[in-house]
């Protein structure tokens, strides 16, 4: 039996929100040109009764699912295909993409995007400029406890699931959000933390976009803002590859 509960909140109602795009184009992965009015409504997460092991073997199951590994990646997916996940999923040493970005080194993405979108590579580069920003430099994840680290200083705190929210849009992709909450609240980290990063049942994660705050159903209306981070052990090239190749 999983020991996870997915919390239910009510529906919010943001039909002036402006949605940027957010499954997809966050890390470079793909343009998916969502920089228009966006309505949006949250379903949650059901109740859970079966296991999450990562090896999520569900047999004929587990192999129809990854067929369409593609269609979750953009954003397409039934709701009994989410499944709760653990901090375990986010483990490791992590570094935020935005110190490539202001050096230059992630010009060849915005060039590459720009070949086949609807902006320059300057305005590829301003747009993500936006939604890589932060201050928190690295991000380290050893079981349940977290570690910001901002300009070199370190703060931690450990944190409990508290569900996931299924984020649904007007133009009919959908996206999931992990959330957890902080058991104690320490200087310096937010109270909850939430997890995007295009998977939507448990698996290794190989980067992740983070939003944090102490009010969690702020944090479902942030669509602009969505610090990046890849493993710390890449370097800028390696980066680069990664982004290019989605």
Same mark, same amino acid.
């Given at each position: 039996?999983?020991?996870?509960?997915?919390?239910?909140?009510?529906?919010?109602?943001?039909?002036?929100?402006?949605?940027?795009?957010?499954?997809?184009?966050?890390?470079?992965?793909?343009?998916?040109? +969502?920089? /228009?009015? *966006? @309505? &949006?409504?949250?379903? %949650?997460? #059901?109740? =859970?009764? !079966? $296991? +999450?092991? /990562?090896? *999520? @073997? &569900?047999?004929?199951? %587990?192999? #129809?699912? =990854?067929? !369409? $590994?593609?269609?979750?990646?953009?954003? &397409?997916?039934?709701?009994?295909?989410?499944?709760?996940?653990?901090?375990?999923?986010?483990?490791?040493?992590?570094?935020?993409?935005?110190?490539?970005?202001?050096?230059?080194?992630?010009?060849?993405?915005?060039?590459?995007?720009?070949?086949?979108?609807?902006?320059?590579?300057?305005?590829?580069?301003?747009?993500?400029?936006?939604?890589?920003?932060?201050?928190?430099?690295?991000?380290?994840?050893?079981?349940?406890?977290?570690?910001?680290?901002?300009?070199?200083?370190?703060?931690?705190?450990?944190?409990?699931?508290?569900?996931?929210?299924?984020?649904?849009?007007?133009?009919?992709?959908?996206?999931?959000?992990?959330?957890?909450?902080?058991?104690?609240?320490?200087?310096?980290?937010?109270?909850?933390?939430?997890?995007?990063?295009?998977?939507?049942?448990?698996?290794?994660?190989?980067?992740?976009?983070?939003?944090?705050?102490?009010?969690?159903?702020?944090?479902?209306?942030?669509?602009?803002?969505?610090?990046?981070?890849?493993?710390?052990?890449?370097?800028?090239?390696?980066?680069?590859?990664?982004?290019?190749?989605?």
């Amino acid at each position: 039996m999983s020991r996870f509960t997915s919390r239910a909140l009510g529906a919010l109602t943001a039909g002036s929100l402006m949605m940027v795009g957010l499954q997809g184009a966050l890390a470079g992965d793909h343009d998916h040109s +969502h920089e /228009h009015g *966006h @309505d &949006h409504a949250h379903s %949650h997460g #059901h109740e =859970h009764s !079966h $296991d +999450h092991a /990562h090896s *999520h @073997d &569900h047999g004929n199951d %587990h192999a #129809h699912a =990854h067929a !369409h $590994d593609s269609d979750i990646y953009r954003g &397409h997916f039934d709701d009994d295909q989410v499944e709760d996940r653990t901090l375990g999923d986010w483990e490791g040493d992590w570094q935020s993409v935005y110190s490539y970005l202001q050096d230059g080194t992630l010009a060849p993405v915005f060039e590459h995007k720009a070949e086949s979108g609807d902006k320059s590579a300057e305005e590829y580069a301003e747009y993500y400029e936006t939604g890589y920003a932060t201050d928190v430099e690295r991000i380290v994840i050893d079981g349940d406890t977290v570690t910001f680290y901002e300009d070199g200083e370190a703060h931690s705190a450990d944190y409990a699931y508290d569900g996931y929210e299924i984020l649904e849009y007007a133009a009919g992709n959908r996206g999931v959000r992990f959330v957890f909450e902080a058991e104690e609240v320490d200087a310096g980290m937010p109270r909850y933390i939430q997890f995007s990063d295009h998977d939507i049942y448990p698996s290794d994660a190989h980067h992740f976009h983070l939003y944090w705050g102490d009010d969690r159903e702020a944090l479902l209306e942030e669509v602009t803002h969505w610090p990046t981070y890849y493993p710390s052990e890449l370097d800028g090239d390696a980066i680069v590859s990664e982004m290019l190749a989605h």
